[in-house]
């Protein structure tokens, strides 16, 4: 029954390598987010996708590169991961993008780079 | 551009008292939402409670309730009767009511509940 669900929930891995965090969500919504989350606990939105579609690309290196194959599923691909992106990454989605209506968080993916 | 700011960095209250949080936001847009999420030491974020900017009454969720004051650009949180289990870092959170905005998250508070 869980809502949002990411996999996996512990990644440590060294730098330069290629990592990917798997997001899925059941509750029928047609926006997902990717947010990171720093040691000082400071969120900050990174994508979000509306019915597949990339609506929000904040300012993040291009070593991060979101993939939605169908609106249930964003997937969030690193490359050549370096100790900033050390952090908490959090998979959201809501039940659309233009109004307000709350965002539902995944358990969250503590990636740690060595 | 839009801002939130959280003053409290930390909070401490004694159980079964009440607590404010306090949020002030920044933005020129009529209409906005504000949002309260709570992030226990587990990790995973909780939301708690909206206030829609053409909302006339402040919004209520069983224990918390929202103190809207818009020509203040204030938003705070209340928490009645405070639990053991209230003990988090709350976030203010607010979005635009523009297709594809983004939530911009306050810094937080994080609050201790004191048996």
């Known amino acids: 029954d869980t809502a949002v669900s990411q996999t996996p929930k512990y990644l440590v891995t060294q730098m330069g390598n290629d990592k990917s965090i798997k997001c899925e969500q059941n509750?029928?919504?047609?926006?997902m987010y990717w947010y990171k989350q720093d040691s000082k606990k400071f969120l900050k939105i990174m994508f979000s996708?509306?019915?597949?579609?990339?609506?929000i690309n904040e300012t993040v290196p291009n070593r991060f590169s979101p993939k939605s194959p169908d609106k249930a599923h964003l997937n969030l691909h690193i490359n050549s991961l370096e100790l900033g992106d050390s952090a908490v990454y959090f998979c959201?989605?809501?039940?659309?993008?233009?109004?307000?209506?709350?965002?539902?968080f995944g358990p969250g993916t503590r990636l740690t780079v060595t | 551009a839009q801002k939130i700011t959280q003053t409290q960095p930390g909070m401490f209250v004694q159980e079964k008292e009440a607590v404010t949080l306090d949020c002030t936001y920044d933005?020129?847009?009529?209409?906005?939402?504000l949002f309260w999420y709570k992030q226990p030491s587990s990790g995973e974020m909780i939301f708690l409670i909206y206030q829609g900017s053409y909302d006339q009454q402040n919004a209520t969720e069983g224990r918390y309730s929202l103190n809207f004051q818009k020509a203040r650009k204030s938003a705070n949180l209340v928490i009645s009767a405070s639990q053991l289990g209230d003990s988090a870092m709350y976030f203010c959170?607010?979005?635009?009511?523009?297709?594809?905005?983004?939530?911009?998250f306050g810094p937080g508070t994080r609050l201790s509940v004191l048996p």
């Open positions: 933005t020129s847009d009529p209409s906005y939402g």
């Open positions: 996708y509306n019915n597949k579609e990339l609506i």
């Open positions: 509750l029928g919504h047609d926006t």
């Open positions: 959201a989605s809501s039940q659309d993008a233009g109004e307000f209506y709350e965002q539902y």
């Open positions: 959170a607010m979005r635009r009511n523009n297709y594809g905005q983004n939530f911009v």
